[in-house]
């Protein structure tokens, strides 16, 4: 399969074969091919080159419709899905059972609650789609994709919305499905994920195959070595430093999320401090207390020492705190900015004359700088920033923030939906500022990340801290324990 764009040879000679009630993982950097080749595969986008064969017979893809008559669907990473309509309504929209020529309501809403069955979602058909949080609107997708009768599955980044509980039913429904013939293209960024599902893991690097792995020879060093090119002896390279003077404490905080429960912690110059915790623990909503995004129910902070009224994120930047927050595209950028102007968004109010001005210079030397600092890879600083990739974009953010030199930062998922390549990028901007005397306190979901990088863990359990992990006591089994309200752990 071959792919071009101006400039860009996105998919070069690229081969994919899929067995029936398979599950294969797709996997790679972004900017790999991954999302093209499955485009491609679901007739959204057109091949330039190459054959598809179902069943040993060659088939013409030329749009989407083709792709369903084949049993062909995607569910896509960004969802896209009618929100003022019912649930029911959107499983089968466009596919409406007709009575008399009409749509017939009573089937519609029988067989719309039969899918949502299939995909453990306990939800009223009828119910407004807008009105679900969005993980359970990606588990609505999903059963419009089985009420297609889908013999291929494709999935990108299905739980990157998902709780722990509907990611834990989605990896159900996939068993289920393979073991009823079912065959599943998997796609995330999420290695853990890939080493749990796939039958198969197949790897794409630059726009080509790089490499397959059997079920028996997935882990996770083997999937990073194809998807980089390189052996990453350490991939979380951290450098334990002598802790300075306490630049965070945090005395009786509550937050309007979990009210009921007192915080008390504090974060030490140079520290890199994870926050662990099972989904709906009130790691975000005590990151958004702290910045000054949500109003605190009560308590005190304090910084360097000195006592600090964070009423706002004016507030918080003015007492030297960052946040990088969990969703980028809705809360980090401005996505129809370019990356100069987002990466001046945070700065160029201390920097206009007068505060009414913007400073195009002084803009212009603060992107040259965070560009080159952070790596970001793109054409020019006036590239719209939606079109970067999403490690990129997540580069742009922090950028944003370091530009003001903090001396706390806050990061809440940091990783979350970018490939394993930016991730290392990451871990070492991470490690550079707590050389430099940065504290860092950053909420993750992934474990790997929590025990790889954390000087050492705090954990909360439905809005409580249940205890402190030093880093030569971290282990998986002491930090879920704690996740799980189990204080004995501690």
């Not at 588990?139 to 709780?163: G, H, N, Q």
């Not at 003077?245 to 520290?271: D, I, K, M, Q, Y």
């Not at 989904?279 to 909503?285: C, D, K, P, Y």
């Not at 005590?286 to 706002?312: H, N």
């Amino acid at each position: 399969m071959g792919k071009r764009f101006p400039g860009v040879r996105a998919l070069n000679d690229v081969s994919l074969k899929l067995d029936k009630g398979e599950v294969l993982a797709v996997l790679g950097e972004n900017g790999a091919g991954k999302s093209t080749l499955m485009k491609i595969l679901a007739g959204v986008q057109a091949a330039d080159e190459g054959e598809v064969f179902m069943e040993g017979k060659p088939v013409e893809i030329a749009g989407v419709n083709d792709a369903l008559e084949q049993g062909i669907a995607l569910i896509h990473q960004e969802l896209n899905m009618a929100t003022n309509l019912s649930v029911g309504a959107n499983i089968f929209l466009g596919r409406e059972p007709r009575k008399r020529g009409l749509i017939d309501e009573t089937a519609l809403l029988e067989k719309a609650k039969r899918y949502l069955e299939m995909v453990g979602l306990e939800v009223d058909p009828q119910e407004i789609l807008g009105n679900l949080a969005l993980g359970r609107q990606q588990l609505v997708e999903i059963a419009k994709a089985l009420s297609v009768k889908a013999r291929v599955l494709i999935m990108d980044e299905p739980t990157s919305s998902l709780s722990q509980n509907e990611t834990e039913t989605l990896f159900g429904v996939i068993k289920d499905l393979r073991g009823r013939g079912v065959s599943i293209i998997y796609i995330s960024h999420r290695l853990g994920e890939a080493k749990e599902l796939a039958d198969r893991v197949m790897v794409l690097r630059d726009g080509e195959n790089a490499g397959d792995l059997a079920k028996e020879e997935i882990d996770h060093d083997a999937m990073v070595r194809l998807m980089v090119g390189r052996e990453i002896s350490e991939f979380y390279s951290r450098t334990i430093h002598e802790p300075g003077e306490v630049a965070l404490e945090v005395r009786r905080l509550r937050t309007s999320a979990h009210p009921e429960h007192e915080l008390n912690f504090s974060l030490r110059a140079g520290e890199v401090v994870g926050m662990a915790g099972l989904v709906g623990a009130g790691r975000t909503e005590m990151l958004a207390a702290l910045f000054g995004v949500a109003p605190l129910r009560g308590g005190e902070i304090y910084l360097r020492g000195a006592k600090a009224d964070l009423q706002s994120p004016n507030d918080a930047i003015r007492c030297g705190l960052a946040l990088v927050p969990e969703d980028r595209k809705l809360q980090g950028l401005i996505l129809e900015m370019t990356v100069r102007q987002n990466l001046g968004l945070a700065i160029l109010k201390q920097e206009s004359p007068y505060g009414l001005f913007l400073n195009e210079v002084r803009e212009g030397e603060i992107s040259r700088q965070m560009m080159a600092q952070m790596q970001i890879k793109t054409p020019s600083s006036r590239q719209v920033v939606r079109y970067l990739s999403g490690g990129n974009q997540q580069k742009v953010v922090l950028g944003k923030w370091l530009a003001l030199e903090p001396r706390v930062l806050l990061l809440d998922e940091p990783t979350r939906g970018i490939d394993v390549g930016a991730k290392q990028e990451i871990y070492g901007l991470m490690e550079d500022l707590a050389a430099r005397g940065v504290a860092i306190l950053f909420v993750s979901s992934e474990m790997e990340e929590v025990l790889g990088m954390s000087d050492r863990v705090l954990v909360m359990h439905e809005g409580r801290l249940t205890g402190e992990l030093p880093r030569d006591r971290l282990s998986e089994e002491a930090v879920m324990q704690l996740a799980i309200g189990n204080t004995r752990a501690a």
